[in-house]
């Protein structure tokens, strides 16, 4: 049986998934697959920390989880205001569709959007860039 976090990070990838306008099947977990020129848009979803606190001292024990996920969103425009026109949409399509209770069926609790980063190359010949959108995720857990 997949982890919590497995389960949420999954989910997640479904849910942009389901959006073909964000980046089709181009969405995967973690943020080690290299991109050639054509692979663009690119959605990478992986986890930067999750830090875990319990609830009750009798066992079992409840433990809230407080996991970090990024979501980066890759793309390459024509101009740079075409990459940031293009980065506004696919982050507000992005929260829409991660951001419902479409998710509770991977035991969320609470999915809260903490921040968006913009990094852009602006030097190439095409614009390249990357919007990173930051999640909190809380869910519990019981331990014996």
Request: some cysteine; overall charge negative.
């Amino acid at each position: 049986m997949p982890s919590t976090r497995t389960t949420i990070k999954d989910a997640i990838i479904a849910a942009i998934k389901a959006v073909p306008s964000i980046a089709g099947n181009r969405v995967y977990k973690g943020r080690f697959n290299l991109l050639n020129g054509g692979d663009f848009p690119a959605v990478y979803v992986w986890m930067t920390r999750e830090d875990a606190d319990t609830n009750t001292l009798s066992r079992p024990r409840q433990r809230m989880h407080t996991m970090t996920l990024a979501v980066d969103y890759w793309l390459k425009a024509n101009t740079p205001d075409a990459l940031e026109d293009a980065f506004d949409e696919a982050v507000d399509a992005i929260r829409s569709a991660i951001c419902t209770d479409a998710i509770a069926g991977a035991s969320r609790q609470d999915l809260i959007l903490t921040s968006n980063e913009f990094l852009y190359e602006a030097n190439e010949e095409q614009p390249t860039g990357c919007a990173r959108s930051t999640y909190v995720v809380k869910y519990f857990s019981n331990e014996p």
